[in-house]
Every structure is written in C-alpha cells, then in structure tokens.
C-alpha cells in the first residue's frame, strides 16, 4: 500500500476492511486447495459456493475501501 498524504475517514474501519480482503484471499486459497483434493460432486459444488461468497465479501468490502480513500 502507498503512503497518502491524508488520513482515511475511518482507520479503524479501513484496517478491518484490509484485513477482511486478506483473511478471504488466504481461505479462499485454501478451499481451492480442498477442492483439488475432492472428487465428490456435492462436495465440490459446496466449496466453490464458499468461495464465491467470500469473493462477493471481498468486492464489497474494496468498494468500501474505494468510498474512504
């Protein structure tokens, strides 16, 4: 991340929204690890549901992040 000459609006919720995008990436990560793993179907589709939850979780919180910076 670059310097900026101006604080954010909101550190406290910058910080947790950075943190979310992190803690997603590193799980979605994970379940793919997982979904390599599988072969059964319903368990397969289970995972990339998951997984696209988080990344829904992950556009929301960087549009958040956009509207503080």
Do not use: N, Y
């Amino acid at each position: 991340m670059t310097e900026r000459l101006l604080p954010s609006d909101d550190p406290i919720s910058e910080e947790v929204l950075e943190w979310t995008v992190k803690r997603d990436a590193q799980d979605i990560s994970q379940l793919m690890g997982w979904l390599g793993e599988t072969s059964a179907r319903k368990d397969r589709q289970i995972l990339i549901h998951r997984a696209l939850d988080l990344m829904e979780e992950i556009q929301h919180a960087l549009r958040r992040l956009d509207e503080l910076r």
